[in-house]
């Protein structure tokens, strides 16, 4: 390759390095996260096409291939996937990164040499045996535990931590063999570990540790998990960077696993969770909480849609706090629709929302975005917290565990520890569900049978339409 191609590609990496900073900080924000988006996909579109006009490259039949039938497929999903269903397609792709991180790894240690990583005789460098073992032990761990997180979240393996006996010492010893095995791989490649050799053996090993640190997390913790997963992807993506000798995937990964690592740290902190307590799995997980059916036996207030049109239109101060049930009926049009109502009635409306709403970070907001919710209308718990104390109305759509009082006095709970949401100081609550059973963490909301609470039970979607209904 001549210097000034050389050069040139440094060039498309270093401007897609920048598009991509520039996309981080605008995804910092809602009100400039479209642009942020933006400027992501213009920068994975100059490293690709960098990429792929690299002189080097002998054939185009593979490239293409692959091109077209995964942007395919991921035309087709994002075209049909459902807001509801946004965690767990985001665990899916972690799995994907992962997945990729170990077959090129894989690829790398069955032909050293063609990818420039080994001498004449095919001897692997030393610093490329440790890159190419951190990327293939990271992305396994990547690929087996998003598997599992997303198993959690499409509801085919239950929510409710798994547990093992000496769950964190089998997670330490693995820990210490694959840390072991990487370094021994370092020193000599030829050494075989029974019929399976070294590289082999930690690869299998870190799929197992993945597999063993995501099972015991409850639906709690979930979004956390997403995060940590996301970070995961990144670091993987950027030791696979090293093996390849490719400058953007090295800025690309590193980017994701310091952004998804500090991300992790900040959910922690929302959630009052320890960090290394949540990713050595199951914390606080082990009770689950009472049944929905014991649940539904205490006496609670139920109302219609015509009552809580009434209370909304004779209050003076409304907080709407939207959780994972307006996504999942898809209610946030019909509640934007009841907002402007209000308002035009001259009632002071504005937005509360949990750092760890929907099972994902920043779900909320984005549905609320889409609804052409005005941004300055949308506070997070630390700007809002204190406003309940002075409001008429909380109106809490779907919102479970993030409002449940539970979190600050019942010692035994799941989510003990957790900052919620304050709801239950407004004058009146208002919670839309479609039943008395438990959140996603399995724990029973005592905000139900609280003497200034009515229950509005039925599908968010219709709830919210019918007091419009009302209201109009």
């Known amino acids: 390759m001549s210097e000034l191609q050389v050069n040139a590609t440094a060039i498309a990496y270093l401007v897609s390095a920048v598009l991509f900073i520039m996309a981080l900080r605008g995804l910092s924000s809602p009100d400039s996260s479209r642009k942020g ?26 490239i293409a291939g692959a091109l077209l039938f995964g942007g395919g497929i991921g035309f087709i ?3 049909r996937i459902a807001m509801t269903a946004m965690p767990q397609l985001v665990a899916g792709f972690h799995s994907l990164v992962g997945l990729a991180a170990v077959l090129v790894a894989g690829a790398a240690f069955l032909n050293p040499i063609a990818f420039d990583i080994a001498d004449a005789m095919g001897n692997i460098f030393t610093a490329s045996k440790i890159e190419m073992s951190l990327g293939a032990a990271i992305g396994a761990i990547t690929f087996s535990g998003s598997i599992i997180a997303f198993l959690k979240l499409q509801g085919l393996m239950s929510g409710t931590p798994i547990t093992l006996p000496g769950r964190h010492v089998i997670n330490g010893a693995l820990a210490l063999a694959i840390v072991g095995f990487i370094g021994w791989f370092a020193i000599d490649q030829s050494i075989s570990f029974g019929p399976v050799h070294i590289f082999w053996a930690l690869t299998a090993l870190s799929f197992i540790i993945g ?9 709690a913790d979930m979004p956390v998990v997403i995060s940590m997963l996301n970070s995961y992807s990144g670091w993987a993506a950027a030791g696979i960077g090293f093996t ?10 590193a980017l994701v696993g310091s952004s998804g690592a500090i991300l992790s740290y900040i959910m922690c902190k929302a959630m009052n969770r320890s960090f290394i307590s949540v990713i050595a799995g199951g914390f606080g997980g082990d009770d689950a909480g009472p049944a929905a059916g014991a649940a539904e036996e205490k006496p609670y207030k139920q109302g219609s849609a015509e009552d809580a049109a009434f209370i909304l239109k004779n209050a003076g101060k409304v907080i709407i706090v ?26 002071d409306v504005s937005y509360a929302i949990h750092p760890v709403a929907g099972r994902m970070p920043g779900h909320m907001n984005v549905l609320l975005a889409e609804a052409n919710v005005p941004y300055d209308e949308v506070f997070e718990l630390d700007d809002i917290n204190n406003e309940f104390a002075t409001a008429d109305v909380a109106y809490v759509i779907g919102a479970n565990d ?13 989510i003990y520890g957790m900052p919620v ?12 569900k479609r039943s008395l059973g438990t959140g996603y963490a399995g724990v029973a909301n005592e905000l139900f049978f609280r003497d200034n609470t009515m229950m509005l039970l039925g599908d968010a979607k219709k709830m919210t339409e019918g007091i419009n209904k009302a209201l109009d």
């Open 244 to 253: 390849l000798g490719n400058d953007a995937l090295i800025v690309t990964g």
């Open 402 to 414: 993030v409002t449940n009082p539970a979190a600050k006095t019942d010692t035994a709970s799941p």
């Open 37 to 62: 988006n933006v400027m992501g996909i213009l920068g994975m579109f100059i490293a690709i096409t960098a990429t792929v006009l690299n002189p080097e490259i002998v054939s185009y039949g593979w």
């Open 322 to 347: 939207p959780g994972y049930g307006m996504a999942v009926a898809q209610a946030q049009h019909a509640l934007r629709e009841m907002a402007d109502l209000l308002k035009s009635e001259g009632v």
């Open 211 to 219: 597999f063993l640190l995501i099972i015991p997390i409850g639906g």
């Open 77 to 79: 999903i994002a075209r």
């Open 421 to 432: 949401l304050d709801v239950e100081k407004a004058k009146t609550v208002l919670f839309v």
